[in-house]
C-alpha cells in the first residue's frame, strides 16, 4: 500500500545545531503537510506545501516540496530545546486526495 | 476560540468490553476525522464524518464505527476490544470535507489501554 518513509527515525542532537530531516514516497502527493507531536498532545501543523518545487518558511523551520512530487525535507535551524518532539510528514496521495497518510515520524531529542 | 477535546482522556478496558471515545471540535467546523497512532503502525486513518454522514474510512475492522451528531460532536466506538486495540486515538476537526487537509486541527486524544 501506500507508504511515507520518514529518516531518520530519531535524532540526537546539540543545542544549537541544525537539523534536516526527509520523508520519501512511492507515489505522488499534491500537499505536503509537517506536523509536530508533543507528549500528551495531538499533532500541530507546522507548514503545508501545495506545489512541486515551493519552499516554504515558519520562523526557524523551512520545508520543500520536492519537485518529483514524491519528496519532502523540513529543516530545523539552531535548535532549541523546546522543538523536542516527534516530527511527521503527511498528505494526500494523488490518486486518493480523500484521505491522508502520515509517516512513521522522526523523534527529535536535544542535549544540553 | 476553545480548540478539539476529546473525552475520556485515558482509559483502560478489558479484552471483549467495548468503548465508546467523545469528540467535540472546533466551533463551527463540521468534519470529524478518526485516526489511531501506535507506535508500531504511526498514525492511521480511520473515518472522517461530515454533516453526521461517514465520508471516508480507513481499513480497520467492523468493530471500529462512528457517528456524528447534529452539533458536529462525534464518538467512535470500538466492540470486542482486542489487545492490539490499545492505542492513542486523535480527533481531527477541519471546516469542510475531504481535501482540505491542512485545515485540519487535532485533540490531544484518548489513551486506550486494553487488558
Known amino acids: 500500500g501506500q507508504q511515507l518513509n520518514q529518516s531518520p527515525q530519531s535524532m540526537f542532537i546539540q543545542e544549537g545545531e541544525d537539523v534536516s530531516m526527509n520523508c520519501t514516497s512511492s507515489s505522488i502527493f499534491n500537499t505536503w503537510l509537517w506536523y509536530k507531536q508533543e507528549p500528551g498532545e495531538g499533532p500541530v501543523l507546522l507548514i503545508a506545501?501545495?506545489?512541486?518545487?515551493e519552499l516554504t518558511s515558519n520562523g526557524r523551520l523551512t520545508a520543500q516540496f520536492g519537485i518529483t512530487r514524491k519528496d519532502s525535507f523540513l529543516n530545523i535551524s539552531a535548535s532549541i530545546p523546546s522543538d523536542v518532539g516527534i516530527y511527521f510528514c503527511a498528505g494526500p496521495p494523488e490518486n486518493r486526495d480523500d484521505k491522508i497518510i502520515f509517516g512513521k515520524g522522526t523523534r527529535l531529542h536535544i542535549l544540553p | 476560540k476553545a480548540g478539539v477535546t476529546q473525552t475520556p482522556r485515558y482509559l483502560i478496558k478489558t479484552r471483549g468490553q467495548q468503548v465508546t471515545l467523545s469528540c467535540s471540535p472546533i466551533?463551527?467546523?463540521?468534519?470529524v476525522s478518526w485516526y489511531q497512532q501506535t507506535p508500531g503502525q504511526g498514525l492511521q486513518f480511520l473515518f472522517e464524518y461530515f454533516s453526521e454522514t461517514q465520508r471516508n474510512k480507513g481499513n480497520f475492522p467492523g468493530r471500529f464505527s462512528g457517528r456524528q451528531f447534529s452539533n458536529s460532536r462525534s464518538e467512535m466506538n470500538v466492540s470486542t476490544l482486542e489487545l492490539g486495540d490499545s492505542a492513542l486515538y486523535l480527533c481531527?476537526?477541519?471546516?469542510?470535507?475531504?481535501?482540505?487537509?491542512?485545515?485540519?486541527?487535532f485533540g490531544p486524544g484518548t489513551r486506550l489501554t486494553v487488558l
Open positions: 506545501l501545495y506545489k512541486a518545487g
Open positions: 481531527a476537526s477541519s471546516l469542510i470535507s475531504g481535501t482540505q487537509v491542512d485545515t485540519q486541527y
Open positions: 466551533s463551527g467546523h463540521r468534519s
